[in-house]
């Protein structure tokens, strides 16, 4: 008997799951936000002036029809920096959740199928990151490797391992005891073949709805982390960098060179944030009858 005659939980087909998606109006709001701060990072080099161009305008002109957010204290264009500041934190982002996803699920897969002492000490070392708050490790990891970018997207990558390890590891000992996982072991199938083909798809319901929600918490993270210096490092027009380089100037009355990135961050929080939680109604089967 094959082991594709298994009979695993059915999936959602991706059309089904896009369908109705875009039936939940949240949902879609995300991905607008997502898709214009998206699309804007990808035109942000047609602009006429550069990310890190000095002189593109008058020193701290408030915003207007050539500046429409404004310019800095070096006279750059905002609108350029923000834009350009999108590629950096959306890759900062995607490059961390890929970071959680590629150690913590195989971790928390491994956790949850041989359970005993060696799946016990996994989780126990995942409990020890938990105990930690995520923004003062990050800050702790990022300081061990130096300040840069790279350093604040390993940081940000390991402080979610622990998340995605949990999730998969509390569905991977749900699905362990499900029929087709019997099925799988009175075949003689092998247990690595059992659980990367049959018991980790059968999870990937929640971890996609987590990495979607983690993106907004990488995105947020990485800025803090540049803030404080430890990210990425001006000129670089990371969003992090804007709003520190804008603070010495809220006092004085030049509100746009903070305000401007701080709704950046915002708004593709939210973005993600919404989609995530769509993502989560659609994709789970008790929340789809409920409404």
Do not use: C
């Not at 402080?159 to 005891?177: C, D, N, T, W």
């Amino acid at each position: 008997m094959p082991d594709t005659a298994l009979q695993t939980a059915p999936a959602a087909r991706p059309t089904t799951t896009l369908r109705l998606l875009l039936r939940n109006r949240l949902a879609v709001v995300g991905l607008v936000f997502i898709a214009l701060w998206t699309l804007g990072a990808l035109l942000s080099g047609l602009s006429p002036y550069g990310a890190t161009q000095p002189g593109a305008g008058a020193l701290l002109q408030g915003p207007s029809l050539a500046h429409p957010f404004g310019t800095d204290n070096f006279g750059r264009d905002l609108l350029t920096r923000v834009l350009a500041g999108g590629r950096i934190s959306l890759w900062t982002g995607l490059i961390a959740i890929a970071i959680s996803l590629l150690i913590g699920v195989p971790l928390g897969a491994f956790a949850g199928f041989v359970r005993g002492r060696a799946g016990g000490l996994v989780m126990r070392l995942m409990d020890m990151l938990l105990a930690f708050p995520s923004l003062v490790l990050a800050m702790a990891i990022a300081a061990a490797l130096g300040p840069g970018m790279v350093s604040a997207m390993v940081a940000v990558g390991i402080v979610g391992i622990p998340e995605f390890a949990r999730i998969v590891h509390g569905q991977v000992l749900s699905l362990r005891e499900r029929d087709f996982v019997e099925a799988g072991h009175a075949i003689g199938l092998p247990g690595s073949s059992i659980l990367i083909r049959h018991i980790v798809p059968n999870a990937l319901a929640p971890i996609l709805v987590r990495a979607t929600l983690g993106m907004g918490y990488a995105i947020l993270t990485a800025a803090s982390l540049s803030f404080i210096g430890l990210g990425a490092q001006p000129p670089d027009p990371e969003w992090g960098v804007l709003i520190s380089d804008g603070r010495g100037y809220i006092i004085s009355g030049e509100w746009w060179m903070t305000t401007f990135p701080g709704l950046a961050i915002a708004t593709s929080i939210l973005g993600f944030n919404l989609l995530g939680d769509g993502l989560r109604d659609v994709l789970d089967p008790r929340l789809r009858t409920s409404k």
